[in-house]
């Protein structure tokens, strides 16, 4: 029992001083993992809730460590870093594996988003598609999963492929693989991968 304890001590000492990789989170509010970037990442609040670490823009390397926010039972408050306008991630390239990871441009990439099936399916604008990735960037978001099918049988609104009987006919117009290129588009514009469900 006594090695046990010993052993749940040092990870609790261990934990905290774990570095995060680039796009993991490093703080904000109720967050209680590392703090710490890896070497050339800095923590960037991207909201009071969500900060990331990303590369650092600065000259001189960033301090190791991010305060935490901060409570006690009757008020909430925060020590957080000043917001900065970082680029989203480089549009180039295709996330591959290396290992047991995921790599971008040969540079680790963390996966973190949502699915957004719906996106190229709804009849949104342009604008519309570009406001949801640029949301889903800001609360941190990397990558996103859509669907790159809508088949149907009768056509309307917006699909992909219409089946009569036994024949299929791909919509390549407007409301079909036009419309899934401004998907694409879109996701590039503001820096999100897609995981495209076939």
């Known amino acids: 029992m006594k090695l046990a304890s010993k052993f749940l001590a040092l990870a ?84 591959k594996t290396s290992g047991t990871r995921f790599t971008l441009n040969g540079s680790k990439y963390t996966v973190v988003g949502g699915n957004s099936y719906w996106i190229g399916l709804i009849g949104l604008s342009t604008a519309n598609m570009n406001a949801a990735f640029a949301d889903i960037a800001k609360a941190g978001g990397t990558t996103v999963r859509t669907w790159g099918f809508n088949e149907v049988t009768s056509p309307n609104g917006n699909y992909y492929q219409s089946w009569s009987g036994s024949t299929p006919t791909i919509n390549t117009g407007a409301t079909g693989l036009q419309n899934f290129d401004n998907v694409v588009a879109a996701a590039k514009a503001n820096g999100i991968r897609l995981i495209v469900a076939l």
């Open 12 to 95: 609790l000492t261990i934990a905290p001083a774990l570095a995060v990789s680039e796009w993991g989170q490093c703080g904000g509010i109720g967050y209680s993992g590392s703090t710490s970037c890896d070497a050339g990442l800095a923590c960037i609040k991207l909201n009071d809730y969500y900060f990331q670490c990303q590369k650092s823009t600065a000259t001189s390397a960033p301090p190791s460590t991010t305060p935490r926010p901060t409570s006690t039972s009757t008020t909430s408050t925060s020590t957080v870093r000043p917001t900065t306008s970082a680029p989203p991630p480089a549009s180039t390239g295709f996330v």
